[in-house]
């Protein structure tokens, strides 16, 4: 069988929009009839996503296999790295962790591993006719150009024509484009086949000098330019330090004023106001996308105790270093705050102040957590939790991977998601289970619980909630039915259709904006070897 073509998106820097791009590209491939697979060597992110035979990989390139239409694998991103802190990180090497390094060790690691990042991307090139490669932060980062394993040495080794891609938003796009390239070797320099400027607001006419200068400069064709776009809802792009992006931080400070809360309108209706505590090692927040697309949802990132105020929901996310961001709830007063509004709970409607907590949170909501051999922070081998649902959790070595399928045991909705974890939580006093899981780590049939609940024994309402399984609110008909409660809570009519979430009709929209934008006869002519 003939070798896939490959094409490679590279960028400026991070946060330009490389994710999404290789999305779209995947997907317009795909439309044109092309059997199509992404794939990232190295990727830095707390954001992952488990596949069917329980390998971690980044959540972007999941999303891209998505856009696929294709099965996500291993060999799609064969090396994630997960930050434990400033300096460390776990190492994900074909889903699977190998274990935390620091930044000096992992230089070191990577050199003997490349090979099986070659095997995964040769893999990948004889089961299909594209491989739409993505790049990581900057090609140009002289310091890290040595030992690099996820820009210009994979566009080598693939014969890779680089698309170079820069954000107008974030200005000074023409600087970034042509200090980059003067950042290259001359070998470098000509694998750069063309530009695409990102995210542009305003008429296009107004860059018409500045795409003459870069050409005229370069040599090199501008390919595209992107609109700047809010209304097109897939997961969130990778994040290195597990921060919510620019965009959802400016929401956030809008979203975190009085205005915000039970008072909240959305297009002229009173919200369900939804607040998430933003962990510095906050990881899958993309757990929550679908509930911010909901109409009758403000939904906001708080970080301060003063924004959290006494919201419907206060979800408690997931963590990669569950014991250092339960010191920061500590020392930040939220936990205090999030207990007082736990237990302030109202004698009369509306009772919807309910807490949730997943994975990490999950385990934030227990009792005790312990680390006693430094899985995920050596700076404590024990620490009390929040004291509010009766678990206590053990960090293990062994970390689950698993896609499972549950039942929610207070409605009996079915729901399908995913574990990632090593802690092991266990209960210290009788309490009701939140799901039962009938498939987990590719076994059919089991009958497994997970999670606890706490319900308020007049009003058999349920007040709080941990689960360790991600993606819950993905599912449609629970997310509809859990927010439905709470506007019955609330004392407004229930909703009978909600927003549905669908990736793939999202995709199309964002591949119909790029086909509109971009110069296709010429991407094609590059993937074909012309110039």
Same mark, same amino acid.
Request: contains cysteine; positive net charge.
């Given at each position: ?45 707390? !954001? ?38 400033? =300096? ?26 490349? !090979? ?103 040599? *090199?064709?501008?390919?595209?330019? *992107? ?94 270093? =569950? ?67 009766? +678990? ?23 729901? +399908? ?31 497994? +619980? ?16 941990? =689960? ?6 993905? !599912? ?25 979430? !669908?990736?793939?009709?999202? +995709? ?24």
């Amino acid at each position: 069988m003939k070798k896939a073509k490959t094409i490679m998106i590279q960028g400026t820097g991070s946060g330009v929009g490389k994710s999404v791009l290789v999305s779209a590209l995947c997907r317009i491939f795909l439309q044109d009839g092309y059997r199509v697979a992404p794939f990232k060597a190295q990727n830095m992110a707390l !954001n992952s996503y488990v596949t069917e035979d329980g390998g971690e990989i980044g959540r972007a390139q999941a999303t891209q296999s998505q856009a696929c239409r294709i099965k996500p694998t291993v060999d799609m991103n064969p090396i994630l790295i997960k930050p434990t802190s400033q =300096t460390s990180a776990q190492i994900i090497l074909h889903g699977k962790p190998v274990k935390n390094m620091s930044v000096y060790e992992y230089k070191d690691y990577k050199k003997p591993v490349f !090979n099986q990042v070659q095997e995964s991307l040769e893999q990948l090139r004889q089961g299909y006719e594209i491989v739409v490669i993505e790049g990581a932060g900057s090609p140009a980062e002289i310091n890290l150009k040595r030992h690099d394993i996820v820009n210009m040495k994979i566009a080598k080794i693939a014969s890779a024509p680089v698309i170079l891609v820069g954000d107008i938003d974030r200005g000074g796009v023409f600087a970034w484009l042509i200090g980059t390239l003067q950042l290259l070797t001359d070998y470098e320099k000509r694998m750069v086949k063309g530009f695409i400027i990102n995210k542009f607001r305003g008429d296009k006419r107004l860059l018409k000098s500045g795409i003459k200068f870069l050409e005229r400069y370069t040599g *090199i064709k501008v390919l595209g330019i *992107i609109p700047y776009f809010e209304d097109i809802k897939i997961p969130e792009e990778d994040s290195a330090t597990g921060q919510v992006s620019s965009t959802r931080q400016a929401s956030t400070r809008q979203a975190s004023t009085r205005q915000a809360s039970l008072k909240n309108k959305k297009k002229g209706r009173e919200v369900i106001d939804i607040a998430v505590i933003r962990l510095p090692h906050i990881s899958n927040f993309t757990d929550f996308d679908a509930l911010e697309n909901e109409p009758d949802v403000s939904l906001r990132y708080v970080h301060d105790k003063e924004e959290l105020y006494n919201p419907d929901v206060t979800i408690i996310p997931g963590t990669k270093n =569950t014991i250092e961001d339960l010191n920061y709830l500590k020392r930040s007063g939220l936990a205090q705050k999030i207990i007082s509004n736990f237990e302030s709970q109202p004698k009369k409607p509306p009772r919807s102040n309910i807490l949730i907590g997943i994975c990490g949170g999950y385990q934030i909501l227990g009792e005790w957590i312990y680390d006693l051999i430094d899985v995920e922070s050596k700076r404590k081998k024990r620490i009390r939790s929040l004291g509010i649902l009766p +678990i206590i959790t053990q960090m293990c070595p062994e970390k689950i991977l698993s896609q499972v399928k549950a039942r929610d045991l207070s409605s009996g909705i079915e729901v +399908i998601g995913y574990e990632i974890h090593h802690g092991r939580s266990e209960v210290t006093k009788e309490i009701e289970p939140m799901f039962e899981i009938s498939e987990f780590m590719n076994k059919v049939g089991v009958k497994k +619980i997970d999670g606890a609940r706490i319900q308020d024994e007049k009003a058999h309402l349920v007040r709080c909630w941990g =689960t360790y399984i991600h993606g819950v609110f993905d !599912n449609d008909t629970f997310r509809r039915n859990f927010l439905n409660d709470i506007r019955a809570r609330k004392g407004m009519p229930p909703l009978t259709e909600g927003k549905t979430y !669908n990736v793939d009709l999202e +995709i199309n929209k964002l591949s119909a904006l790029v086909r509109e934008n971009i110069n296709l006869d010429l991407l094609y002519e590059i993937l074909d070897g012309g110039k």
